[in-house]
């Protein structure tokens, strides 16, 4: 399942992600986290995004697509994936689907986040992210339990507030979200695959009204309800092959389809693909 998650900052996208991650094994590709993660490296790309990040301003579509572009050539996606934070203006959209197209992997959804604005800042406010494992949490509304520990230091979870979660870069990144990612509601109700969320209210409630807005492949994949009756947990399963498709798939047969995919992506990049336009040709450029 290829799905897109959309919705203005603090309407609970990342954390509906990481659920959706345990109960469909597809990944959640977070454009915000893959930026914060190269901006903690220090890396050319990180350097670049920075001043955007802190300002709430969106970051140069260029280096976005370049960055998806890369994470959705690996084979974790083959089975589908989890887009949250992107795309985020019409030309990345746009991007998207030519993109999509060259892979012959088309979106199956885009589902709209709705809440209100002053629930949006209250629940921006009481953001914490674990520094260790990268859990989000909310003080307000799903504190950590006070004997919970962090299950990559076996230690309490180190709470952290990003630095963009600040009154005035708020206001700034809700505006951004009006004017720039609200167009892309309509862009994709017209191509019949928008389905809209209340998004208020209680997190498992969400999580239960985001399963029907998909369906039935949300269900938990099997053995997961086995497992969390057993306290271990939905964990993921995208990254245990079945002993079947482990035989059905050999090295050469993955590697060549590696470079089967990183082939057409490169051909996107270059504007090769009949329908395709050089992408990132940021916010002026609307393309076709
Ligand atoms: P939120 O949805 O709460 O604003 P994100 O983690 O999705 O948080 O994004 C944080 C910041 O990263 C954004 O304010 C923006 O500067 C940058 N960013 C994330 N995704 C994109 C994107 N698709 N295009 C441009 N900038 C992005």
Redesign the pocket.
């Known amino acids: 399942m290829r799905i897109v998650l959309l919705g203005a900052?603090?309407s609970g996208k990342g954390t509906q992600a990481q659920r959706l991650v345990e109960r469909a094994g597809i990944p959640q590709i977070?454009?915000?986290?893959l930026?914060r993660a190269a901006v903690a490296r220090g890396t050319e790309l990180g350097r670049q995004a920075r001043e955007?990040?802190d300002g709430?301003?969106?970051?140069e579509d260029s280096l976005?697509l370049g960055m998806i572009r890369e994470r959705l050539g690996e084979p974790d996606t083959r089975r589908g994936f989890i887009l949250d934070?992107?795309?985020?203006n019409l030309a990345?959209a746009h991007a998207l689907e030519r993109l999509l197209e060259a892979l012959q992997q088309p979106l199956d959804a885009v589902v709209q986040f709705e809440v209100d604005y002053r629930e949006l800042v209250r629940r921006i406010s009481g953001r914490r992210t674990c520094a260790d494992c990268g859990r989000v949490f909310n003080m307000l509304t799903s504190p950590p339990a006070a004997s919970e520990s962090c299950p990559k230091t076996g230690a309490p979870h180190r709470l952290t507030q990003r630095p963009?979660d600040n009154e005035a870069t708020v206001a700034e990144?809700l505006r951004v979200y009006d004017e720039k990612t609200r167009p892309l509601i309509d862009f994709y109700r017209a191509r019949g695959l928008l389905r809209v969320i209340d998004a208020a209210g209680d997190v498992n409630e969400v999580t239960r009204r985001l399963a029907q807005a998909l369906g039935a492949p949300l269900r938990a994949p099997r053995g997961a309800k086995r497992r969390a009756r057993k306290g271990a947990g939905a964990r993921p399963t995208h990254h245990k092959p079945t002993r079947k498709r482990a035989v059905r798939q050999s090295p050469g047969k993955l590697a060549r389809r590696k470079r089967a995919v990183a082939r057409k992506v490169r051909a996107v990049g270059r504007g090769k693909s009949p329908r395709a336009t050089p992408a990132g040709r940021g916010l002026k450029g609307r393309p076709r």
């Open positions: 900052p603090g977070s454009t915000g986290d930026l955007a990040m709430g301003r969106l970051v976005v934070g992107f795309p985020r990345q963009d990144r």
